[in-house]
Nanobody, 121 residues
């Protein structure tokens, strides 16, 4: 069983940085690819970044490439999203996700509860 809890959201000015964390209290964390999604008001949830269970492979949405970095620490059952050069359009609820298949983020197996990120202009 995977139980995901996000933290690290908040209010930041444009150009600033935040680091989100997602901890899994289960015992199978290192069997899953981990990802981050976000959902802005009135918009659909969208993929932001993903990392394979080994941490070797990563992928990003075009809108965040070069600004966001996803990483994981399997010893701590935690995945991170470092967000730099934040823009007002990054404002959204950010969700942590676990999936068996790194290449199929349409099939998420577990979701976190979400954490709000607000970027002021």
């Amino acid at each position: 069983q995977v139980q995901l809890v996000e933290s690290g959201g908040g209010l930041v000015q444009a150009g600033g940085s935040l680091r989100l964390s997602c901890a899994d209290s289960g015992r199978t964390f290192n069997r899953y690819a981990m990802g981050w999604f976000r959902q802005a008001p009135g918009k659909e949830r969208e993929f932001v970044a993903g990392i394979s269970w080994t941490g070797i492979r990563t992928n990003y949405a075009d809108s965040v490439k070069g600004r966001f970095t996803v990483s994981r620490d399997n010893a701590k059952n935690t995945v991170y999203l470092q967000m730099n050069s934040l823009k007002p359009e990054d404002t959204a609820v950010y969700y942590c996700a676990a999936a068996v298949d790194f290449y199929r983020w349409s099939n998420v197996d577990y979701w976190g509860q979400g954490t709000q990120v607000t970027v002021s202009s």
